[in-house]
């Protein structure tokens, strides 16, 4: 199962902010955060991730709790072209068998995700 | 990152036949994953498919129903068998691998839309 809960869904209206919440109280220790978008009829588009430091890349900023049970999703500009579902990740299990093949490789189990609307 | 392949992009099956996806990636990888989506709803993953050996399935998934191989590093196929109705979804193939910022993310096909009469 997803460790992670998410709003079904947001508003933003656009050339705002659009923070996108997500709960995953059950993290481990060595578990990233990661987020993905899904805009409609494509796969999933990675955004950003981390560990337990506040991130930024050219797509998003990525704010995590000090005691990492949450972490919020800023996309600080939205367009209307940012309109999709957002999924948080927290990287699950290590599979025996992965271990035995290549090492550092988990399972990516999406939760219900969070569908954003821009709007003009 | 890496660049995959799907095909067919969709396809309109009878219940009853078995369909094949096909998932070609540019570059060699170790693991790689297929998931369901489902009409409206979030991805599911199926297996993990590990060059040289059996893939691994998650609870709900039976190799008799969604086989699966991996000749090699670059290529894998999920048959879809016996369908019905209710496995109309979008199929979809990932590999973890570098991004460009150096960690590894997941990449994923465009997906394989299947709809089942």
């Known amino acids: 199962d997803a460790k992670t809960t998410q709003p079904t869904s947001m508003d933003c209206a656009e050339g705002r902010a659009a923070n996108l919440p997500c709960n995953h109280s059950?993290?481990?220790?060595?578990?990233?955060v990661y987020w993905y978008r899904q805009i409609h009829s494509q796969g999933p588009q990675y955004i950003i991730h981390?560990?337990?430091n506040n991130e930024t890349n050219e797509m998003a900023s990525l704010i995590i709790t000090e005691d990492r049970k949450s972490s919020t999703l800023i996309l600080p500009h939205a367009t209307l072209r940012d309109t999709a579902v957002y999924y948080c990740?927290?990287?699950?299990?290590?599979?025996?068998?992965?271990?035995?093949?290549?090492?550092?490789?988990?399972?990516?189990?999406f939760g219900t995700g969070t569908r954003l609307k821009v709007l003009a | 990152s890496a660049v995959i392949s799907q095909k067919p992009s969709r396809d309109i099956c009878q219940r009853g036949t078995s369909l094949t996806i096909q998932c070609q990636v540019d570059?060699?990888?170790?693991?790689m994953f297929w998931y369901r989506q489902q009409p409206g709803q979030s991805l599911t993953l199926i297996a993990t498919?590990?060059?040289?050996?059996?893939?691994?399935?998650e609870s709900g998934f039976v190799i008799d129903k969604f086989p699966i191989s991996r000749p090699n590093l670059t290529f894998s196929t999920l048959t879809v068998s016996n369908m019905s109705p209710e496995d109309s979804s979008i199929y979809l193939c990932?590999?973890?691998?570098?991004?460009?910022?150096?960690?590894?993310?997941?990449?994923f096909g465009a997906g394989s839309r299947l709809t089942v009469l």
């Open positions: 059950t993290i481990s220790g060595n578990e990233y």
């Open positions: 981390g560990l337990k």
């Open positions: 570059s060699q990888v170790t693991m």
């Open positions: 990932s590999v973890e691998g570098q991004g460009v910022s150096g960690a590894n993310v997941l990449t």
């Open positions: 990740i927290v990287r699950g299990e290590k599979h025996l068998l992965l271990v035995m093949v290549s090492s550092g490789t988990y399972k990516y189990i």
């Open positions: 498919a590990n060059q040289g050996s059996e893939a691994t399935y």
